[in-house]
């Protein structure tokens, strides 16, 4: 079955930057859709970044354009979030996220499957 496990997160200052990962196991990922969200508390989960495996088709919410890189790499099986020029309102824990078919979408109810989550932090 696949599997989805993140890591990268920690605390950062403003204006730094990170790198999640996401290893993706258990499965052929060569049709699949890969998202990252994000829940802050009190906050519903939020669409973040998403890319084809092909590396076709990317998407980015509004809030991460020119901030935030998705990639991928189909060798390792890892889907990579790049975030630069970090805010204290990036502060969520990270989710990574997989769809098995169809479109990249930003609907997180369309993902089939899901990571545990990482922690970022950005402090003033």
């Known amino acids: 079955q696949v599997q989805l496990v993140e890591s990268g997160g920690g605390l950062v200052q403003a204006g730094d930057s990170l790198r999640l990962s996401c290893v993706a196991s258990?499965?052929?990922?060569?049709?699949?859709?890969m998202g990252w969200f994000r829940q802050a508390p009190g906050k519903e989960r939020e669409f973040v970044a998403t890319?084809?495996?092909?590396?076709?088709?990317?998407r980015y919410t509004d809030s991460a354009k020119g901030r935030f890189t998705i990639s991928r790499d189909i060798a390792k099986n890892t889907v990579y979030l790049e975030m630069n020029s970090l805010k204290p309102e990036d502060t969520a824990v990270y989710y990574c996220a997989a769809r098995r078919l169809g479109v990249i979408t930003f609907i997180a109810s369309a993902y089939d499957y899901w990571g545990q989550g990482t922690q970022v932090t950005v402090s003033s």
């Open positions: 258990g499965g052929t990922f060569s049709s699949y859709a």
């Open positions: 890319i084809s495996w092909s590396g076709n088709t990317i």
